[in-house]
């Protein structure tokens, strides 16, 4: 059907103006309320006041304006209904054809820090996303536009006097339906922190879309990156890329485990990433030094890995993260030199990101086929485990600076893991087996005669002592690990054996 009147009510004015000359410029009756109509008028575009069309003000500081039967009765007639046709007549209604709204900006208002409550209720729209319904409902008449962006495809179809079809109606009150969605989404959300309430009867959730990836985990599989609207900024959503071909899908998986380990640094820390985990991770007094550890505890899976360092990349870690190929560089910022040398190698991804953001909830979601797991992350550190020592030796000051960091690593390694330290570095890592031991023979192999003098952190506890003797073989000399097992004295008496000192943290570290 041909647009011969439109209602326009914009918070967001990008290009209003152009769009609605071109409209004028096609005869089109233009209607609107507020700031949009002094913007359209102080443009020299004739606008009819949507007090005008209701017969009634605009009142409670614009809180009522548009919520009339003489626009929603406009938008929701259905135009070949002679009965609803006749009902327009008879109260004097004039159809609207071209409805033009976006809403108050509730997500930019609560993203600010000083943000009060009063303020984010305030900017809840209640007629623009009634408006924005009622036309997309009536598609098959109406034409509905929420996003600029489709003002030039409106303007295209109406050119010569043509009309929007009704494939494009369909399209655009589907974006309105996502827009609506998303916009009460984001004020579920807030409103639900807001209210201190857990487990909610029902979990609304919205992403926006960031990148159409070429596939997914294989070349046969279609995959697309959603980020939070209000994700915290230290994520891979909201990280910046300075170099390097576009992020596939197993990039962005692998970039975010490399970035949750690293994140549990204070001191600089390096960390290599393969497949979701880690293959090597350092510290030192330098981010060079922290990534010489990283490279020592597993230079063979390194390669072709991802590297995420806790400090800015300088030029003598990039020299040296130049000499081999890696998919990803992740660091919070990388000097002027170091930038020069790594762009050397144009498909090196580099990323930038803040590690300095706060979290923005701390719920981790995992789909299954029909259904989302919800949880806490793990944010369950060192300094919140229920330390004892029930062994018959305490650990030296170095075991227990080494068995901090296993138990840092362990909590990001697939389970069932097992990860081998000394000193600074990792040196043996076993992840994702069936049964703990084998684990265990996986990260002692790994080590080799490093495993001398090494310590040994595990994820979960020992449910029998096969584990420790394995260790205790290898030359390991302290052990971290839950404790909980109705065999636990089983391992103490073990590792009493080969003289092992144990730690029990009451804390279990499980990641499938």
Request: hydrophobic share 40%.
């Amino acid at each position: 059907m041909p647009i011969k009147r439109a209602l326009i009510s914009v918070s967001d004015k990008t290009g209003i103006v152009p769009f609605a000359e071109g409209l004028v410029e096609k005869g089109i009756e233009i209607i609107s309320t507020g700031g949009t109509k002094r913007v359209l008028e102080e443009a020299g575009i004739k606008v009819i006041g949507i007090s005008e069309v209701t017969g009634f003000p605009e009142i409670m500081d614009g809180r009522v304006k548009t919520l009339h039967p003489n626009v929603h009765s406009g938008l929701l007639a259905v135009r070949d209904n002679e009965e609803h046709i006749s009902q327009l007549e008879e109260h004097g209604i004039t159809p609207i054809d071209l409805v033009v709204v976006n809403l108050y900006p509730f997500q930019e208002t609560i993203a600010k820090p000083d943000v009060t409550y009063e303020d984010a209720i305030e900017n809840i729209d209640i007629g623009g996303p009634s408006m924005l319904r009622a036309a997309a409902k009536n598609h098959a008449f109406v034409t509905v536009v929420v996003d600029p962006v489709d003002y030039d495809v409106v303007l295209e179809a109406v050119k010569d006097g043509g009309e929007v079809t009704r494939k494009q109606r369909n399209r655009l009150a589907a974006k309105v339906f996502r827009h609506t969605a998303a916009y009460d989404a984001v004020i579920a959300e807030y409103l639900t922190e807001q209210a201190e309430e857990e487990n909610p009867e029902t979990l609304t959730l919205t992403f926006e879309r960031k990148q159409v990836l070429r596939y997914g985990e294989n070349p046969h599989q279609k995959a697309v990156f959603y980020k939070k609207p209000l994700g915290t900024e230290t994520s891979i959503a909201a990280a910046k890329q300075l170099n390097g071909k576009e992020l596939s899908y197993n990039n962005i998986n692998d970039a975010n485990a490399a970035l949750n380990i690293v994140k549990e640094f204070e001191e600089p820390a390096v960390v290599a990433v393969k497949h979701m985990n880690p293959c090597g991770v350092g510290t030192g007094n330098t981010i060079e030094e922290a990534y010489d550890k990283a490279y020592e505890g597993d230079p063979v899976s390194i390669f072709g890995g991802i590297v995420a360092l806790n400090r800015e990349v300088d030029k003598p870690t990039a020299l040296k993260l130049k000499e081999i190929f890696l998919e990803i560089i992740l660091a919070p910022s990388f000097n002027e030199e170091a930038l020069e040398i790594l762009k050397a190698k144009k498909n090196l991804r580099l990323l930038t990101l803040s590690f300095d953001g706060k979290q923005h909830g701390a719920q981790q979601l995992t789909s299954v086929n029909g259904g989302l797991l919800v949880q806490d992350q793990d944010t369950y550190g060192f300094e919140n485990a229920d330390i004892t020592v029930p062994t018959d030796r305490e650990p030296t000051e170095e075991e227990w600076e080494a068995l901090k960091l296993a138990w840092k690593v362990v909590k990001h390694v697939k389970s069932n893991a097992i990860v081998l330290t000394k000193n600074d570095h990792t040196i043996g890592i076993g992840a994702g087996q069936m049964n703990r031991v084998g684990a265990a023979e996986i990260a002692i192999k790994q080590a080799g005669e490093k495993a001398k003098g090494s310590v040994m952190g595990s994820d979960a506890f020992f449910p029998m002592d096969d584990t420790v003797e394995a260790a205790g073989k290898a030359g390991v000399t302290a052990i971290i690990q839950p404790g909980g097992s109705i065999r636990d004295e089983d391992s103490i008496k073990k590792a009493n054996e080969y003289g092992i000192t144990m730690v029990f943290t009451g804390v279990r570290h499980f990641k499938h």
